[in-house]
C-alpha cells in the first residue's frame, strides 16, 4: 500500500479556496488538503480500497451533514431558542460500488438520501416544526439538489 506524505500548499493557493486531492501509483487511498486541514479517502477493503478513511460518498453526506446541523445551530442562535443539541444522521439510499463500475459508461450518482434529524432541548412544537424546516435550507443541501457544474482551470498547467 502507498503511504502518502501530507503535501503543504503555499499560502497563495490556501487563499484561493483550493482544496487538493492526491493519491498514490496504487490503491484507493487519497489523502486531501484542505485549508491547514488534511483527511484521509479510500474505498472499503471489498472493492479494492484499504479503508484507511471515509469514502467519497460518504464525505459527501459528511459536508451535507455537517453544513445541516450547523445551518441549524445559527439559526436557534439568532431566534434565541433552546436548541440544547442537533444531530442529523444521513446514508445513500444505494451502495456506490456499481457507480464505480459504470462512471466510465453511463451517469451514476446518489439519487436519494435518507435522513434522520433528532433535536435536544426544551423546544416547542413550533420551534421543532421550524427547524425542521430550515435543515431543508442548508446551503449544502441546495447546492445538491440545484446540481453543480465542474470546469477545468485554464489557467492550471
Request: hydrophobic share 30%; net charge negative; glycine share 10%.
Amino acid at each position: 500500500m502507498d503511504t502518502l506524505e501530507p503535501q503543504q500548499g503555499s499560502a497563495s493557493e490556501d487563499a484561493a479556496g483550493w482544496v487538493t486531492a492526491r493519491i498514490g501509483a496504487k490503491g484507493f487511498h487519497t489523502q486531501v488538503q484542505a485549508r491547514t486541514h488534511t483527511m484521509e479517502v479510500d474505498e472499503p477493503v471489498p472493492i479494492g480500497g484499504a479503508d484507511k478513511g471515509p469514502t467519497p460518498y460518504e464525505y459527501l453526506l459528511t459536508a451535507m451533514g455537517g453544513c445541516m446541523v450547523m445551518t441549524l445551530r445559527l439559526y436557534a442562535d439568532r431566534k434565541g431558542w433552546p436548541l440544547e443539541s442537533a444531530t442529523v444522521q444521513l446514508r445513500s439510499g444505494r451502495s456506490h460500488e456499481k457507480d464505480c463500475e459504470e462512471c466510465m459508461k453511463q451517469k451514476v450518482g446518489i439519487g436519494l438520501i435518507d435522513r434522520r434529524i433528532e433535536l435536544s432541548g426544551p423546544l416547542t412544537d413550533e420551534q421543532r416544526t421550524r427547524l425542521l424546516e430550515i435543515a431543508d435550507r442548508c446551503p449544502v443541501k441546495q447546492t445538491l439538489e440545484r446540481g453543480i457544474k465542474v470546469q477545468n482551470d485554464m489557467s492550471a498547467s
